[in-house]
């Protein structure tokens, strides 16, 4: 049997990381194409874009909101005319994963600049598509991993607390849907096998989050860079990256991916769906009760989505529901990975108790 573990060419991460920018990305190029978003172009690339450009060339474009192929042609295009040699992305994570796919159109090195601490995308060879309204349409394997991947954690600290959270309820599943693999001998985005590497980058992701979760968020809260923080933006980046693409995904991430044929769901972060589709799963794979609540209380101290309300959906109806759950358990759905037979009405019945889980416990 053969596994397969894959890595980012490079990870740096710190406090002022982003004065090295420039001297990290000179490596791979002479005239870089940079993707910001707006939040990045208007506040924070003035201050480093100087440093930046003693090293190389560089032309920057606006990001456009949505990691569609539409924006993907768009900027490949503007970066193919430009004589870029290099793709940058600097934002979140869907700017990432549309810098990660215009790499891939042009067949040129990517480096990765995360704003925000907010989803595991940066590490990974993977770029998750959308439709321009904002619904999930495919996932787009890419053959290698970004060539460097750069974390300020000074402007980490600077973002709403909210992000971080979201980055935790997107790491909350690695595990979960990690061991759900390694069960079931399923591939993990290779399409090999996870290695015990992987497994075990993976066991110390849900670890740190529930060592430092709590603490990273109160860090953030006060726009402070303190060791925990730095263990949590660790976690969700680069742990949870590794722990996904190398150990696999199960049941958490499809729920997630249901969840977005609701129009309700598209104001809330994609940590945040995913972390109720974890809820969702402990129920869909019969977990012990000690785990339920363990995963439960980290939810609420961090202050993570425990209820369809939490997300958006108070009042759901029932066909509502089953669209989401049908969604989930669509051919070729990562669910699938889940050591159990699995079907729409069961995951149907998981998000009914992990909502009601949620109130009781709120209730309370």
């Not at 989050?209 to 660790?234: D, F, M, Q, R």
Request: net charge negative; glycine share 8%; aromatic share 8%.
């Amino acid at each position: 049997m053969i596994s397969t573990t894959i890595f980012p060419g490079r990870y740096v991460q710190g406090s002022g990381a982003l004065e090295r920018l420039g001297s990290e990305m000179v490596r791979f190029g002479k005239k870089g194409f940079v993707i910001c978003d707006s939040f990045v172009l208007e506040n924070l690339l003035p201050d480093f874009r100087q440093s930046m450009e003693q090293s190389l060339e560089v032309v920057v474009e606006k990001f456009g909101g949505e990691c569609s192929d539409e924006e993907i042609s768009r900027l490949a295009d503007l970066a193919k005319g430009a004589g870029c040699e290099l793709i940058v992305g600097i934002g979140g994570g869907k700017t990432l994963d549309t810098a990660k796919a215009v790499a891939y159109e042009l067949k040129l090195p990517v480096v990765i600049v995360p704003t925000l601490a907010s989803t595991d995308a940066p590490c990974s060879a993977l770029s998750v598509i959308y439709t321009p309204n904002g619904e999930f349409k495919r996932y787009l394997i890419l053959p290698k991993n970004p060539d460097l991947v750069l974390v300020d954690t000074k402007i980490i600290a600077q973002a709403p607390a909210r992000f971080l959270v979201s980055g935790m309820g997107d790491a909350l599943a690695t595990w979960f849907e990690a061991e759900s693999c390694m069960k079931k001998y399923a591939k993990n985005m290779t399409g090999n096998v996870g290695s015990m590497t992987a497994y075990a980058l993976a066991k110390l992701c849900y670890e740190t989050l529930l060592e430092y979760g709590v603490a990273a968020k109160s860090s953030c809260e006060a726009n402070a860079v303190t060791p925990a923080l730095e263990h949590i933006v660790e976690a969700n980046t680069l742990l949870s990256g590794l722990g996904f693409e190398s150990g696999g995904l199960a049941a958490a991430h499809a729920i997630h991916n249901g969840l977005t044929v609701l129009e309700q769901t598209h104001k809330y972060y994609h940590g945040e769906k995913v972390a109720f589709g974890t809820l969702t799963s402990l129920f869909l794979t019969d977990k012990p009760r000690e785990i339920i609540d363990e995963v439960y209380s980290f939810c609420e101290s961090v202050g993570l989505p425990t209820t369809l309300a939490d997300i958006g959906l108070d009042g759901v109806s029932d066909e509502e529901l089953m669209k989401v759950a049908e969604a989930a358990c669509a051919e070729g759905e990562t669910i699938h990975n889940e050591p159990i037979p699995v079907t729409p009405e069961a995951v149907y019945s998981a998000i009914k108790t992990a909502d009601a889980e949620g109130k009781r416990r709120k209730a309370v």
